[in-house]
């Protein structure tokens, strides 16, 4: 008897002990399977002519000074191993969301006005746009995110209003919060983004206003970025300016 209660004590402990050290799971959270966090309504960061140092990562610093020097543009840019041979094309969307292939890598032949490219999947995610006049939805994500324009000007979502954001300026974005960039004029806007703390983009989930119908604390953040739009850039919800942009 003596012997059976020391055995069911260890037992109690070592469970114990195990459920202490947290789920035993050997992989990340897929996209799916991640709790709809609440966002904020914008970053309280604005951008800087300095690289923020929650930004700094050796590989976009390289990119970064080597664009700066002249070595690479937009056409000439290589993507790192970490990009499969047959996802190295210039990327656009649908108006639906779907990806598709820009011809001639050419932000003109973009249903949505605007252009990217993958650089980096691991071990960091970066990539580079090139985008002409046209709206951006507003959206969120649980991975921080950085910018640094490379050319051409607009405003961004920054500290609960729409600040400029240039050539040669950074920007800082804390995860689950709110941006939103529509390029306001014909020069376009080109940035390098990156996810400093992350790699594997098919492990983030992107939140839209359509992906927290019904969350409405979240839903109600949408609405005040909508009212933010509206008093800073003159600008409707998304969708809804299209007389504008064609402009």
């Given at each position: 008897m003596m012997k059976l209660?020391?055995?069911?004590?260890?037992?109690?402990?070592?469970?114990?002990?195990?459920?202490?050290?947290?789920?035993?799971?050997?992989?990340?959270?897929?996209?799916?399977?991640?709790?709809?966090?609440?966002?904020?309504?914008?970053?309280?960061?604005?951008?800087?002519?300095?690289?923020?140092?929650?930004?700094?990562?050796?590989?976009?610093?390289?990119?970064?000074?080597?664009?700066?020097?002249?070595?690479?543009?937009?056409?000439?840019?290589?993507?790192?191993?970490?990009?499969?041979?047959?996802?190295?094309?210039?990327?656009?969307l649908d108006d639906h969301g779907n990806v598709l292939e820009a011809k001639n890598c050419d932000p003109k032949n973009s249903p949505v006005g605007y252009i990217w490219k993958e650089l980096s999947d691991s071990p960091v995610v970066i990539g580079i746009t090139n985008g002409l006049k046209s709206d951006h939805e507003p959206h969120f994500h649980g991975q921080p995110e950085c910018y640094y324009v490379v050319n051409g000007t607009s405003k961004t979502l920054a500290n609960n209003k729409f600040e400029t954001l240039a050539k040669g300026q950074y920007f800082y974005i804390p995860g689950a919060h709110i941006h939103n960039t529509p390029i306001l004029n014909k020069e376009g806007l080109g940035v390098f983004y990156w996810y400093p703390n992350n790699a594997h983009f098919d492990g983030f989930k992107y939140y839209w206003r359509k992906d927290v119908k019904n969350l409405r604390v979240a839903e109600e953040a949408f609405d005040r970025v909508d009212a933010i739009r509206k008093r800073d850039l003159n600008l409707g919800p998304y969708g809804t300016n299209e007389q504008f942009f064609k402009n």
């Amino acid at each position: 008897m003596m012997k059976l209660k020391m055995l069911f004590g260890l037992a109690a402990l070592t469970s114990t002990a195990v459920m202490a050290q947290g789920p035993q799971c050997n992989h990340a959270q897929l996209p799916y399977q991640q709790m709809t966090p609440v966002p904020y309504d914008s970053t309280p960061y604005v951008p800087q002519n300095s690289m923020p140092e929650q930004c700094r990562n050796p590989e976009i610093e390289a990119y970064i000074a080597d664009w700066e020097a002249g070595k690479i543009d937009f056409n000439t840019i290589k993507p790192n191993d970490s990009i499969a041979a047959d996802q190295r094309f210039c990327k656009t969307l649908d108006d639906h969301g779907n990806v598709l292939e820009a011809k001639n890598c050419d932000p003109k032949n973009s249903p949505v006005g605007y252009i990217w490219k993958e650089l980096s999947d691991s071990p960091v995610v970066i990539g580079i746009t090139n985008g002409l006049k046209s709206d951006h939805e507003p959206h969120f994500h649980g991975q921080p995110e950085c910018y640094y324009v490379v050319n051409g000007t607009s405003k961004t979502l920054a500290n609960n209003k729409f600040e400029t954001l240039a050539k040669g300026q950074y920007f800082y974005i804390p995860g689950a919060h709110i941006h939103n960039t529509p390029i306001l004029n014909k020069e376009g806007l080109g940035v390098f983004y990156w996810y400093p703390n992350n790699a594997h983009f098919d492990g983030f989930k992107y939140y839209w206003r359509k992906d927290v119908k019904n969350l409405r604390v979240a839903e109600e953040a949408f609405d005040r970025v909508d009212a933010i739009r509206k008093r800073d850039l003159n600008l409707g919800p998304y969708g809804t300016n299209e007389q504008f942009f064609k402009n």
